[in-house]
């Protein structure tokens, strides 16, 4: 129904804020809310939740937390408080590498995630979320020559051979973001 609402931040707490003169009221991140703090305005992305009792709209800072909430509502025993309770825990870029590397600790310590809900959470996103870093471009117009898609490739290669030679698959894709600009 939306996809993002753009404008005055009204009013901000840890748990929602307010867009606009409508007043809006978005469930949001510690994540996000950090982000935000600041800010007058913004754009956040949305997703409403529809159920019998209730309608809620949650707002998310970045495009890229709005589809792993979305991921992680699709895991059977997952709900939106759920779901949110665990973006406000972990970063997003942690939560992912947690996942993709099959670290069902890490998103157990979170509160509210047991040692099997830890589980289901990886083994059911593991592979999407491979096949999101995978093809994710960045920008592969800054490298001439390169196409979209040899530009992926090399990108998974290299990262693959650091993470191979011990390096921490986070701290490799940050450098290579700042190569990259």
Do not use: W
Not at 87 to 103: N, P
Not at 106 to 127: F, M, N, S, Y
Not at 133 to 142: A, I, R
Not at 145 to 167: F, P
Request: proline share 2%; charged share 25%.
């Amino acid at each position: 129904m939306f996809a993002y609402i753009e404008g005055k931040l009204t009013y901000k707490e840890p748990t929602y804020a307010n867009v606009q003169g409508v007043g809006y009221e978005l469930r949001i991140s510690l994540n996000t809310y950090h982000i935000i703090e600041n800010s007058k305005s913004y754009k956040l992305f949305t997703y409403l939740y529809v159920k019998e009792d209730a309608q809620v709209l949650f707002g998310f800072a970045h495009y890229e937390e709005k589809q792993l909430f979305l991921n992680l509502l699709s895991i059977s025993g997952v709900g939106p408080s759920l779901a949110l309770m665990l973006l406000s825990s972990l970063q997003v870029d942690e939560l992912k590498t947690a996942i993709a590397t099959g670290d069902a600790k890490t998103v157990q310590q979170v509160k509210g995630i047991g040692q099997k809900t830890a589980q289901r959470i990886v083994l059911e996103l593991q592979d999407r979320i491979k096949k999101e870093e995978l093809f994710n471009v960045t920008t592969p117009e800054k490298l001439p020559g390169l196409s979209g898609s040899s530009y992926n490739t090399i990108k998974a290669e290299a990262l693959s051979a650091l993470t191979t030679l011990g390096v921490n698959r986070k701290r490799s894709r940050k450098k290579h973001r700042k190569s990259c600009q």
